[in-house]
C-alpha cells in the first residue's frame, strides 16, 4: 500500500521499513489518545482504534502503550463500524516521559517520535528557572532537541534580565521569545517546522501553548481561555492532539503539566557546567559543600554559579538515582541519602531505642 498521505504526517523510511516486518497489516500514527481508545491517521484516513487483547496480555508495563506521535501497525483497516485494531508499536525513535504523578515508580509517556520539544514558559507569574531545570533534564533525556518558548513577552518589563538568567542554566538550547501580539509568529517559528519534522508544546497550564498551536495553524482549532497576569486558571487542554500545518510540520498540543517529577535524566547536558565544575574539584567524591578546594563552591563565591542552580541539581540527582530500583534498593538508596550507610542507620535506632 502507497504511504503518501501518511509522508504529511512524519512518516520516514526508518519507521516504513520497519512496517515491512508485520505484511499483513497496516501502518498509521496516533494523533489522540483517550482512555481505552485512540485516533490514528491511515492512508484512508482517521480511525478509531483499540489495542487487541494480545498486546495487553503481552504488556510489562503502561510505558509499551500507544501514546501520541507513535506509529502503529493496525488490522481491519477496511472496517468502518467498529474500531480498528493496534497490534503492534514501531520501535520509538524519541520519547518524552515523567514519573507519574502521584505515584512511587510507574513512568509515564507523555508523547513519542518527536523531533523538537517546545518548552513553555510566561514571562510574567509564571516564570521559574528551577522548573525550567527539570524541564531542560528531561528533555535532553528524550533524544529529541529542546527549544525554549518565552511567551506573553507583552507582560513583561525585564525581558533582558530574565532572559540573561536563562542563557546561564540553557546552554546549548535555542530561546524565542514570543507574544500573541507578534504578527511573525510563523517566520520565528520557521527554523523548526518543515514538512516531517515533529514537535511537542509542553508547559504550564496558562502559559499559551494552545493559543500559539492556533496561529500556527491559522484559524481556532484548540480551545482557549483568558486568564490572569497570575497565570491562574483551569486547564484549556484536556487531551494530547496531533495536527498537520499548513506549512507542513506537525504539532502536539498537550495539557499542563501541575507535576514534572523526573524518572531519568540527563543531567550531565542540563547541568553541563556543574559537572566541569566537579572534575575541578580537589576530592573525586566532593559534596561541593565544605570541603577543601572544591571548584563548585568557589564559582559560587566568584558569582559564577547559583546557590538555586547548584541545590536544584542536588535535588534531581537524587530522584534520578531512586528511578528504576525495586523495594530494597530504594530503601537502601534512601537510607545511604539520609544517613550515609546502612551501618550509620542501625546506629541511629540503637540510640533511639537506648534513650527511650
Not at 497550564?205 to 484559524?219: E, F, I, P, W
Not at 567524591?285 to 563552591?297: F, G, L, S
Request: one cysteine or more.
Amino acid at each position: 500500500m502507497s504511504h503518501q498521505n501518511l509522508r504529511y504526517y512524519g512518516l520516514s523510511s526508518c519507521f516504513e521499513q520497519e512496517a515491512l516486518l508485520y505484511p499483513h497489516l497496516y501502518l498509521a500514527r496516533v494523533t489522540e489518545q483517550h482512555r481505552t481508545l485512540y485516533t490514528v491517521v491511515t492512508e484512508k484516513g482517521e480511525k478509531q482504534a483499540s489495542v487487541s487483547g494480545k498486546f495487553i496480555y503481552q504488556a510489562y508495563d503502561n510505558t509499551v502503550f500507544p501514546v501520541v506521535g507513535d506509529w502503529v501497525m493496525v488490522s481491519q483497516l477496511d472496517n468502518t463500524e467498529q474500531p480498528i485494531v493496534i497490534e503492534h508499536v514501531l520501535q520509538r525513535k524519541s520519547v518524552f516521559e515523567r514519573k507519574a504523578a502521584g505515584t512511587q515508580h510507574a513512568t509515564q509517556v507523555i508523547v513519542a517520535n518527536i523531533d523538537y520539544i517546545f518548552i513553555c514558559m510566561s514571562l510574567n507569574n509564571d516564570y521559574n528557572l528551577r522548573r525550567l531545570e527539570r524541564y531542560l533534564s528531561i528533555a535532553w533525556q528524550s533524544s529529541a532537541t529542546p527549544i525554549i518558548i518565552l511567551t506573553k513577552s507583552d507582560l513583561c518589563s525585564d525581558i533582558l534580565s530574565k532572559l540573561a538568567q536563562i542563557e546561564t542554566i540553557s546552554v546549548g538550547t535555542d530561546i524565542l521569545i514570543v507574544s500573541m501580539m507578534d504578527t511573525d509568529i510563523h517566520d520565528k517559528f520557521s527554523p523548526y517546522l518543515h514538512q516531517g519534522k515533529s514537535v511537542v508544546f509542553l508547559g504550564s497550564s496558562g502559559v499559551g501553548k494552545s493559543s500559539l498551536v492556533n496561529r500556527l495553524l491559522g484559524k481556532d482549532v484548540l480551545l482557549t481561555q483568558e486568564i490572569g497576569n497570575d497565570d491562574s486558571g483551569r486547564h484549556t487542554t484536556t487531551k494530547r492532539q496531533l495536527f498537520v500545518l499548513p506549512s507542513g510540520g506537525i504539532v502536539i498540543d498537550t495539557p499542563g503539566m501541575r507535576e514534572l517529577q523526573l524518572d531519568t535524566g540527563n543531567l550531565t547536558k542540563a547541568f553541563e557546567d556543574v559537572e566541569q565544575l566537579s572534575f575541578l574539584c580537589k576530592f573525586r567524591n566532593c559534596t561541593h559543600t565544605n570541603e577543601h578546594e572544591c571548584a563548585v563552591q568557589q564559582a559560587i563565591t566568584h558569582g559564577n554559579l547559583s546557590e538555586g542552580r547548584l541545590e536544584n541539581y542536588r535535588k534531581l540527582v537524587k530522584e534520578t538515582q531512586y528511578a528504576g530500583l525495586n523495594a530494597k534498593q530504594l530503601e537502601q538508596a534512601k537510607v545511604n541519602n539520609m544517613f550515609g550507610s546502612i551501618g550509620a542507620y542501625k546506629k541511629m535506632r540503637r540510640q533511639m531505642k537506648n534513650k527511650r
